[in-house]
T-cell receptor, first 115, second 114 residues
Framework: ETGVTQTPRHLVMGMTNKKSLKCEQH?????MYWYKQSAKKPLELMFV???????ENNSVPSRFSPECPNSSHLFLHLHTLQPEDSALYLC??????????????FGDGTRLSIL | GNSVTQMEGPVTLSEEAFLTINCTYT??????LFWYVQYPGEGLQLLLK?????DKGSNKGFEATYRKETTSFHLEKGSVQVSDSAVYFC?????????????FGQGTILTVHP
C-alpha cells in the first residue's frame, strides 16, 4: 500500500474519446504531481499542484487538462489524444512547504493506450 | 540548471554479484539525494535518501553515500537477488521551491539472473 492510489490501472481509448485519470493520496500531503513515463525516455514532469494551486505546467499540450479539487485528489482530463500520448502516467504526492526536501510518493500509474 | 546523470544500462548480473550503479549530479546549493526503484508494472518507490554531505542512505541491503566533493551518489549492494531486477532512478531535490521538485536521472535497468 503506497498511500497513493491511481485509477484506472489500464485505459484504452480512441483519439476522439474523453476520459479522466484519477489520483487519490491518503498521506496528508499538500503537493501533487503528474508525470509521463514513455518507453526509452526520461520521466517527464507534466504538472505540479501545491496547496491546490497549479504551480508548474511544463509545456504540456492543452489536450491534457489537470484538476485538483482538494489536497487529496488530482485528476488528469484527456481529450482528443494522439498515438504518441500512449504511456504510463504516474501520480505522486509530497509534503511540501515547509518541508520541501521530503521525498515524493508515487502511485502505480495508469497505463494508457491510444488507438 | 539541475541535472542527474546515471550510468547507461541495462546492467545484467548473476545472483549474489556485487552491484554498483553510478549517479552524478549538478545542482546549486545543497540538494537532497534519492534513489527510487520501479518494479515491473508498478510506480516508483523510494529506496533510500541522504540529505547532507557524507550521509549514507541504506535500505534492503542497498547503500549510497552523498559525496559532495565528487557530486556523486552511487548505489551499491553487496549481493544482488533475482528479486532486485527493476529500474533504478537517481534523483535530487535542489530546494528553492515550496513543494519539493525532483530532478530525475534517466533510469538504469537491472536484470539479475539465477
Amino acid at each position: 500500500e503506497t498511500g497513493v492510489t491511481q485509477t484506472p490501472r489500464h485505459l484504452v481509448m480512441g483519439m476522439t474519446n474523453k476520459k479522466s485519470l484519477k489520483c487519490e493520496q491518503h498521506l496528508g500531503h499538500n503537493a501533487m504531481y503528474w508525470y509521463k513515463q514513455s518507453a526509452k525516455k526520461p520521466l517527464e514532469l507534466m504538472f505540479v499542484y501545491s496547496l491546490e494551486e497549479r504551480v508548474e505546467n511544463n509545456s504540456v499540450p492543452s489536450r491534457f487538462s489537470p484538476e485538483c479539487p482538494n489536497s487529496s485528489h488530482l485528476f488528469l482530463h484527456l481529450h482528443t489524444l494522439q498515438p504518441e500520448d500512449s504511456a504510463l502516467y504516474l501520480c505522486a504526492s509530497s509534503q511540501g512547504h515547509p518541508e520541501s526536501n521530503q521525498p515524493q510518493h508515487f502511485g502505480d500509474g495508469t497505463r494508457l493506450s491510444i488507438l | 540548471g539541475n541535472s542527474v546523470t546515471q550510468m547507461e544500462g541495462p546492467v545484467t548480473l548473476s545472483e549474489e554479484a556485487f552491484l554498483t550503479i553510478n549517479c552524478t549530479y549538478t545542482a546549486t546549493g545543497y540538494p537532497s539525494l534519492f534513489w527510487y526503484v520501479q518494479y515491473p508494472g508498478e510506480g516508483l518507490q523510494l529506496l533510500l535518501k541522504a540529505t547532507k554531505a557524507d550521509d549514507k542512505g541504506s535500505n534492503k541491503g542497498f547503500e549510497a553515500t552523498y559525496r559532495k566533493e565528487t557530486t556523486s551518489f552511487h548505489l551499491e549492494k553487496g549481493s544482488v537477488q533475482v528479486s532486485d531486477s527493476a529500474v533504478y532512478f537517481c534523483a535530487l531535490n535542489a530546494g528553492g521551491t515550496s513543494y519539493g521538485k525532483l530532478t530525475f536521472g534517466q533510469g538504469t535497468i537491472l536484470t539479475v539472473h539465477p
